[in-house]
Nanobody, 122 residues
Framework: QVQLVESGGGLVQPGGSLRLSCAASGFTLDYYAIGWFRQAPGKEREGVSCISSGGSTDYADSVKGRFTISRDNAKNTVYLRMNSLKPEDTTVYYC????????????????WGQGTQVTVSS
């Protein structure tokens, strides 16, 4: 069974850091592009970052300079390191995989995780 499982979310104070993990099972991530997305209730899904199978990365302007996406193919896992977190970063974060090229458009992704909650509050 193809699965993506996010972990690492939680409650953090403004300015703090979290590292989200996206672990794949049932398939290997080597040839997939991976995207991180976030979506608050009632709002559209927003692309946060993506990484291609070749390691090229992209970031939303709102997180550029604060977030870093990386992949460890040996562990079949992709990470999102989030630094200098702000209250507006609060929402559910999802990882997704596509055999197509890396993109910030959620509609092009084939597989999705269940999401992990990130809350930034003092």
């Amino acid at each position: 069974q193809v699965q993506l499982v996010e972990s690492g979310g939680g409650l953090v104070q403004p300015g703090g850091s979290l590292r989200l993990s996206c672990a794949a099972s049932g398939f290997t991530l080597d040839y997939y592009a991976i995207g991180w997305f976030r979506q608050a209730p009632g709002k559209e899904r927003e692309g946060v970052s993506c990484i291609s199978s070749g390691g090229s990365t992209d970031y939303a302007d709102s997180v550029k300079g604060r977030f870093t996406i990386s992949r460890d193919n040996a562990k079949n896992t992709v990470y999102l390191r989030m630094n200098s977190l702000k209250p507006e970063d609060t929402t559910v974060y999802y990882c997704a995989a596509t055999i197509r090229i890396a993109t910030m458009s959620s509609s092009l992704y084939e597989y999705w995780g269940q999401g992990t909650q990130v809350t930034v509050s003092s």
